[in-house]
């Protein structure tokens, strides 16, 4: 099992930047997707981007062109750059990663708030 600790939430205004990290603990053997997930209130967890073992990446179209995902598997890390960011984007996100045979490990969430 992996233990994932997520940091870098907090409060920004419209338009800035933030930056995610989520750094993981235990065995890595098979993991293959690393990605973020952001959940806001009232609403379902959702895929914000992934990034496979190889380097291929995919967004949520709400934020192609925006955020950023970035992976450093020497340091078993996964990164979210987060520009231009809007207030529905609020919400708690979650550093996921995936082994190759489906099974999820979930950090506790890091809460990024922008007003407007």
């Known amino acids: 099992q992996v233990q994932l600790v997520e940091s870098g939430g907090g409060l920004v205004q419209a338009g800035g930047s933030m930056r995610l990290s989520c750094a993981a603990s235990?065995?890595?053997?098979?993991?293959?997707?690393m990605g973020w997930y952001r959940q806001a209130p009232g609403n379902q967890r959702e895929l914000v981007a992934s990034?496979?073992?190889?380097?291929?990446?995919n967004y949520a179209d709400s934020v192609k062109g925006r955020f950023t995902i970035s992976r450093d598997n020497a340091k078993n890390t996964v990164d979210l750059q987060m520009n231009s960011l809007k207030p529905e984007d609020t919400a708690v996100y979650y550093c996921?990663?995936?082994?190759?045979?489906?099974?999820?490990?979930w950090g506790q969430g890091t809460q990024v708030t922008v007003s407007s």
């Open positions: 996921n990663f995936r082994s190759l045979w489906g099974n999820d490990d």
């Open positions: 235990g065995s890595m053997f098979g993991i293959d997707t």
């Open positions: 990034i496979t073992s190889g380097g291929s990446t």
